[in-house]
């Protein structure tokens, strides 16, 4: 039976739903820094401008985001105060984007922009999407953050995470992938698109002419590759270059492509073949894609945190030590103390205090510890 497992580390949480060795879906979660997706707002509109189809909402102090004319910007006018949904987080170096429709929300008016309703988690966004699965927590303290409505449906783990599911969440951290057919898929994304590119690392086999084994690679290879775009949430447009194929070879490969992005719920589509032959994909953005999290100076910060946690765990009777001094970049340093969550997980973990302190010297790769 497939289950949803909840893998933490400190200041952050893998959310892996499982079926014996196969990793169906995944999310990583920030428990002390959300990414704001379906937040709900009481924002007051700054900047209505036609000719960009929408209106700059202020939400908060130094939060803002941008409500599009037919998501109900439309007649709105400076000054005017509403309530708004953010349907899509911040990234890719842009601001969130926000909506009105579905919201029967009613509150007392206010002169101040606020935030009225955080949105559902990562793991709740999962856990309804495979709804009855059980959730499989490895550490009890984790039930404080996981939803009451939730509880019925948690079981603490017996056993670690099955290492084989471990390792595929480990590669989706990296940039290429192996595919069958002794295929390898490389992934760059950049502020305007995802670039795929597909290679092939073996020769075909005799018995076959080379367009037919080239064909027969492809159409094996891209369900794989489709599964680990949902996996790691890449979104917006997406290009992928095929392995070999003329133009019109590759377009047969059209049915294949569609059947394996209908198993992904955010509904991307298969828009067709460029004249180079790439293949054009569209998936909706919603929450930051895997690698903006894992990039960002918040996911660099408390990457080094699971790195200090075992360096210091290491040192001989270091439960005598009471006070360990974190030095980082001065942008990590600002990210990782925006999230009390990380830094008490931390302490909870290592039984110690957490000073954290900026060091301007240090490179962004660049941290130190010390204890006493």
Not at 214 to 234: G, V
Not at 287 to 297: Q, V
Not at 314 to 342: C, G, I, M, T
Not at 348 to 369: G, H, M, N
């Amino acid at each position: 039976m497939p289950q949803i497992w909840v893998i933490s580390a400190p200041g952050l949480i893998h959310i892996a739903v499982t079926h014996h060795d196969t990793l169906l879906d995944y999310a990583l979660w920030y428990p002390g820094f959300p990414d704001g997706f379906g937040d709900i707002y009481y924002g007051r509109v700054t900047a209505h401008l036609p000719a960009l189809g929408g209106a700059f909402i202020l939400l908060g102090k130094n939060i803002s985001g941008f409500l599009p004319d037919n998501a109900g910007a439309k007649n709105l006018h400076n000054g005017d105060k509403i309530i708004v949904k953010v349907s899509r987080s911040a990234q890719n170096g842009k601001n969130v984007r926000l909506d009105t429709k579905n919201l029967s929300i009613n509150i007392q008016k206010s002169t101040e922009t606020h935030l009225i309703q955080q949105g559902p988690s990562p793991l709740e966004d999962l856990s309804r999407f495979w709804e009855n699965l059980p959730i499989i927590i490895d550490d009890p303290h984790l039930i404080h953050i996981i939803p009451s409505s939730l509880h019925n449906r948690v079981q603490i783990a017996q056993t670690s995470c099955p290492s084989i599911i471990s390792e595929q969440i480990e590669t989706l951290m990296e940039s290429s992938v192996k595919l069958p057919k002794g295929i390898q898929a490389s992934i760059t994304p950049t502020p305007a698109l995802v670039a795929i590119d597909m290679d092939s690392v073996s020769h075909s086999q005799e018995n076959q002419t080379k367009i037919k084994a080239q064909f027969d690679a492809n159409r094996i290879a891209l369900p794989p590759l489709l599964h680990q775009i949902k996996l790691r949430n890449l979104s917006g447009a997406i290009f992928i270059d095929l392995i070999g194929l003329p133009i019109k070879k590759r377009r047969l490969l059209q049915q294949d492509i569609n059947d394996a992005l209908a198993n992904d719920p955010l509904s991307p589509r298969l828009l067709g073949f460029t004249h180079l032959g790439l293949a054009e994909i569209v998936r909706m953005r919603k929450r930051p894609p895997l690698h903006e999290l894992l990039t960002s100076d918040h996911g660099k910060a408390v990457k080094i945190l699971a790195k200090v946690m075992l360096e210091f765990n290491s040192v001989n009777h270091h439960y005598r030590y009471h006070l360990l001094k974190l030095k980082l970049h001065p942008h990590l340093y600002q990210a990782l103390l925006k999230d009390e969550y990380a830094i008490k997980d931390f302490e909870r973990r290592c039984s110690i205090s957490l000073q954290l302190k900026a060091d301007l010297t240090f490179k962004p790769q660049e941290w130190d510890f010390s204890y006493e």
